[in-house]
């Protein structure tokens, strides 16, 4: 095999490593967010009912 393939096969698998932790990162941010909303939803209609 030659060095240059196995460089390039090195930084394709290094990339698609960094993009599969983005990817995570942004669904956990994502779902962090919707949580979030949800709170503050509830917290207003409960407000909103009973205030």
């Known amino acids: 095999m030659d060095d240059e393939e196995r460089i390039a096969r090195g930084v394709t ?28 939803v509830g917290g207003f209609i409960l407000l909103v009912t009973y205030g």
């Open 13 to 40: 698998r290094g990339l698609a490593r960094h993009e599969a932790a983005r990817a995570e990162a942004q669904g956990r941010q994502l779902l962090g967010c919707l949580l979030l909303f949800a709170v503050v």
